[in-house]
């Protein structure tokens, strides 16, 4: 098993740098690439409230902590999953760096075919993490994305989409539980030192984790027996490196994986012209 941002030094345009923003549920993502290669990255608090001209400060600032200058970025590239602060993200985008940034959806991302229902469903983060994975490690494979929700995707050999499972993640458990009860207070994720908790938070921290585990090594078995093989499984997500000996059935880990499927789709559309 390996941990990291696997990347091809070959890749890329080979000119200016790209700005690449993940907006999701919970945070905002945004790094800036060379080549697949990710030089600086933050993550902000996904806040619906902020105005573009407040997102432009914080991206303005840390990229000046950063050292890096507008004029080094020649592009940007910004994928969502929460429609109302696309264009709001964007505005500030173009605000702090004086580069409009191309949104791309799902059915936008070239070289993935989307095998599904309804394509234009799918999350753009899912089939950004599929693009990356199909490139960087190859198909078939299982994309294990540990984050907000717990979605699990599938690429086949050609590095298409073929369809997936979204199960709710660790915030929304721990949340439902204390918002559920009257007595149950909120407790962090962590693995508890035993099975038999002593305590409430002991008690609460055993179902949390342990469900967890067996949730994700539980539905990737059922997925190696509809698909009647075992597929590579990447992970990626801020609950990966947490887990993944107790789940024991990941191959690797890409922390990176949504932002290097960005910078791949500005590169595929850029040979596309």
Known sequence: ???GSPHNPDGGDGGGRLLAIDVGNSNISIGVLRSRAIYHSWRFATERGRTADEYALLLGAALDRAGIERGDLAAAIIGSVVPPLTATVSEAVAASTGVTPLAVTATTIPGV???VDFPAEVGVDRV??????AELFGGPAIVVDLGSATTFDVVDEDGN???GVIA??????????????SQLPRVRFAR??????KNTVECMQTGIYWGYVHQVRGLLENLFAELRQRPRVIATGGLADQVIDDINLIDEVAPDLTLLGLALAHERRAVAG
């Open 113 to 115: 075919a989307l095998h």
């Open 168 to 181: 709710p993640g660790v915030a929304m458990v721990t949340e439902a539980l204390f918002r559920g009860t």
């Open 161 to 163: 989409y073929t369809g």
């Open 192 to 197: 508890p030192e035993r099975i038999v908790g």
């Open 128 to 133: 950004l993490n599929c693009a990356a994975v």
């Open 1 to 3: 098993m390996s941990a």
